[in-house]
């Protein structure tokens, strides 16, 4: 079993940044591909980005494609997104998620694990 702990979310004014970090902990973090998703109030959790094991491969969904940047420290079994130029509509719970192999996917149904998520305001 693997336990994700995200941090690092809080209210910002539009066009701020954060940057969120999930520490794993439990089995070996080894040769896991991470990934970010969110969910808005009245919405499905969506894919927001993802890092292969080794760091080489990363995606991102449209909508933050420029703006956010997901990178890993698999020394400290830490993963992060920043996250610049922040609109309100980027307002949401945002969840981590391991999957027990390398390479990464869009597809929530990927991923093994879950963390329990941090929320993220943007005010206007």
């Known amino acids: 079993q693997v336990r994700l702990v995200e941090s690092g979310g809080g209210l910002v004014q539009a066009g701020g940044s954060l940057r969120l970090s999930c520490a794993a902990s439990?089995?070996?973090?080894?040769?896991?591909?991470m990934g970010w998703f969110r969910q808005a109030p009245g919405k499905e959790r969506e894919f927001v980005a993802a890092v292969s094991w080794s760091g080489d491969n990363t995606i991102y969904a449209d909508s933050v494609k420029g703006r956010f940047t997901i990178s890993r420290d698999n020394a400290k079994n830490t993963i992060y997104l920043q996250m610049n130029s922040l609109k309100p509509e980027d307002t949401a719970i945002f969840y981590c998620?391991?999957?027990?192999?390398?390479?990464?996917?869009?597809?929530?149904?990927?991923?093994?694990?879950w963390g329990q998520g941090t929320q993220v305001t943007v005010s206007s």
């Open positions: 439990g089995r070996t973090f080894s040769g896991y591909a």
């Open positions: 998620a391991a999957r027990r192999v390398t390479d990464v996917s869009y597809h929530r149904y990927a991923y093994n694990y």
